[in-house]
């Protein structure tokens, strides 16, 4: 009974994050100004990082984990470069 309430729940969580995978990616393409498609793609990676999550729930491999972990290192890293890029013009100063 738990594994099915379990699958049901995986499968669930998976249909609504490919949702704001494809809402994320529309606003990033659509996005009138450029800070709503750093706003787009911030969503984009957290939405990528744990649909990631969902499929190491899925298979109970541990692959996907350390993978979720560094799309979320460098999603970080990318969002705080573009951020900084927005507001000074630069990235390195």
Same mark, same amino acid.
């Given at each position: 009974? %738990?594994?099915?309430?379990? %699958?049901?729940?995986?499968?669930?969580?998976?249909?609504?994050? /490919?949702?704001?995978?494809?809402? /994320?990616? /529309?606003?990033?393409?659509?996005?009138?100004?450029?800070?709503?498609?750093?706003?787009?793609?911030?969503?984009?990676?957290?939405?990528?990082?744990?649909?990631?999550?969902?499929?190491?729930?899925?298979?109970? %491999?541990?692959?996907?984990?350390? /993978?979720?972990?560094?799309?979320?290192?460098?999603?970080?890293?990318?969002?705080?470069?573009?951020?900084?890029?927005?507001?000074?013009?630069?990235?390195?100063?």
């Amino acid at each position: 009974m %738990s594994e099915t309430i379990l %699958s049901v729940a995986v499968t669930a969580a998976q249909v609504m994050l /490919a949702a704001a995978m494809a809402l /994320a990616l /529309a606003r990033m393409i659509r996005g009138p100004r450029a800070q709503d498609r750093v706003l787009g793609l911030d969503t984009l990676y957290v939405n990528a990082m744990l649909m990631l999550l969902v499929f190491g729930i899925r298979t109970g %491999s541990t692959l996907y984990f350390e /993978a979720a972990l560094v799309i979320a290192i460098l999603g970080f890293v990318a969002t705080a470069a573009l951020a900084k890029f927005l507001m000074r013009g630069e990235v390195i100063e």
